[in-house]
């Protein structure tokens, strides 16, 4: 903090605070590039590469394109929100330790408990499709097996700190990016009839019922498809913990994020739905295990590409182990981050020689494997219940972060703190920050809409949907009760401990970096 800021804040008053607690225990060894793929790969999968397909036929090309963008938009919001706290304050906790320092402890800990269930049970799923993708190829082989071994991976690719994971991480974004890339040269030479002889340009859009099929319903149910593509951006700011320099490289992953939102997600749906018909039976065989028919292989088939089927379930494979991979250590970290604030059992606070919280590690991937076991059992509806819970989970984090950003910003600014000591700031505030939160708030409260609306009430599917909801508000509530926590107030809000000045980070905001030098910083 510069020395007028300083000044400013003894102005105040405000400069008895209770002190933070401090996680600053890891091993900071991923790099600039480390972090520019994960930002860049670190969420590219079934998501975009199967469930578009399904996407096309609820919303039409006009609705899938729509609700792609539009969650695109809110997200990029969402992490430059994320971006401004992580960078000032790049801690391993990043936004589920933010709530209990901005707002208050209950509010922290239902983030932190909400964020670590959803991505356990995320890493369980990502299990189960690892053997279903292997299938394809090898049928008469028991899935389970190949399980167990994408699993005995993930945890070597996390046991041996963060430089491992980076790495392991960057070559798996890197084979992912290189697949949509070539899918989208490929694409616009089939769209405009240079390779197979028909031009489609924007003629399905006319097609129909298109393009915008079912209305407002449907791209309303296509927007949670978009989410879930969406899911997991946010581990950049749990990265932070252990960036060489936080201040630099979070701000370059975070642009990033823009550029995979227009090239990956919104010209790869526009593609799609350019050239295959939203009817087409095949788009209704959705999930790993119809790889076969999935939109992107069918667009790779008319281009005469045989191989199409086997080249797109291998790198969905790719796809597969970098979300377990990345569940696993957005796991750990968050359980860390837990018993550091005294949240959690203290020995998931201890970390290894390589800078591995070990046993919130194994603590983790003795759960996940609990979770896996009983996807095996009978007709898997325990299991799908506990899927279910974390359905909106991802919704509700990202509102937390626009919330609690809200809550730094202005307690920033109350204690007179320099806003150009910020080493990234948030575009549009508070704005963008009040549209995304009150719009994400719309899609979590209308995602059950076809469990009541014209239809018999689905009980069942009702409470799917929608109990994820009131867990979260007990966690906070009645954390807040039992210990009698009250609402921290802006004035009391920590902003010493662990900041980026205190662990020696410089601000690079206002540094004129030429194209040149960020290209050698990237590979360095």
């Avoid at 070559?171 to 489609?200: E, Q, T």
């Avoid at 550091?340 to 919280?357: C, N």
């Avoid at 963008?432 to 009541?452: C, D, E, H, K, N």
Wanted: hydrophobic share 45%.
């Amino acid at each position: 903090m510069s020395e007028a800021s300083m000044k400013d804040l003894e102005a105040t008053g405000y400069n008895d605070k209770t002190t933070y607690v401090q996680q600053d225990k890891l091993t900071r060894s991923l790099k600039g590039r480390h972090m520019a793929m994960i930002a860049l790969g670190g969420t590219i999968g079934t998501g975009l590469f199967v469930a578009s397909g399904a996407s096309l036929t609820i919303g039409g090309p006009g609705g899938s394109l729509a609700a792609y963008l539009g969650n695109g938009i809110i997200m990029l919001f969402v992490m430059t929100s994320l971006g401004e706290m992580s960078t000032f304050i790049p801690i391993a906790g990043s936004f589920n330790s933010f709530g209990e320092r901005f707002v208050d402890k209950s509010y922290g800990f239902a983030v932190a408990y909400n964020y670590w269930y959803s991505w356990i049970v995320a890493s369980a799923n990502d299990l189960v499709a690892a053997g279903i993708v292997m299938q394809y190829w090898l049928p008469n082989i028991n899935p389970i097996i190949w399980s167990i071994i994408v699993f005995v991976m993930v945890i070597i690719f996390n046991l041996f700190g963060s430089k491992v994971y980076g790495e392991s991480e960057f070559w798996l974004s890197i084979i992912k990016v290189v697949a949509i890339v070539v899918f989208i040269v490929i694409g616009i030479l089939v769209a405009s009839g240079i390779i197979g002889g028909v031009k489609y340009g924007f003629t399905n859009w006319g097609y129909r019922d298109g393009p915008f099929v079912g209305g407002f319903r449907g791209f309303l149910s296509v927007y949670l498809y978009a989410g879930f593509s969406f899911n997991g951006t946010e581990i950049v700011g749990i990265t932070s913990g252990e960036s060489e320099n936080p201040s630099r490289d979070i701000p370059r992953a975070i642009r990033s994020i823009f550029w995979r939102i227009l090239l990956f997600y919104v010209i790869t749906i526009l593609l799609i739905g350019m050239i295959i018909p939203y009817d087409n039976p095949n788009l209704l065989n959705t999930g790993v295990a119809n790889i076969a028919v999935s939109p992107l292989v069918l667009v790779l088939k008319l281009a005469g590409i045989k191989a199409a089927p086997d080249i797109m379930n291998a790198v969905i494979l790719t796809s597969v182990l970098s979300a377990a991979n990345s569940g696993l250590y957005l796991t750990s970290r968050t359980l860390y981050s837990l018993s550091i604030e005294g949240k959690g059992p203290r020995i998931m606070g201890r970390v290894s020689k390589s800078g591995t919280p070990i046993f919130s590690l194994i603590g983790c991937a003795f759960i996940i494997t609990i979770l896996f076991c009983l996807s095996l059992i009978g007709n898997k509806v325990i299991y799908t219940w506990f899927v279910a819970l974390g359905g909106v989970s991802g919704m509700i984090n990202w509102m937390g972060i626009l919330f609690t950003q809200n809550r730094f910003r202005r307690g920033y600014i109350l204690q007179g703190y320099n806003m150009k000591d910020l080493p990234y700031v948030a575009n549009f505030y508070p704005y963008a920050q009040y549209f995304s939160f009150f719009l994400l708030g719309f899609f979590v409260l209308a995602q059950g809409q076809s469990t009541f609306i014209d239809v018999k009430f689905d009980v069942s599917g009702f409470l799917k949907t929608y109990l994820g909801i009131p867990i979260f508000l007990g966690m906070w509530i009645i954390y807040k009760l039992v210990n009698k926590i009250k609402l921290t107030p802006l004035s009391e809000i920590d902003y010493e401990t662990e900041n980026y000045i205190s662990l020696g980070f410089p601000n690079n905001r206002h540094d004129n970096n030429t194209l040149k030098s960020q290209l050698i910083s990237f590979f360095t």
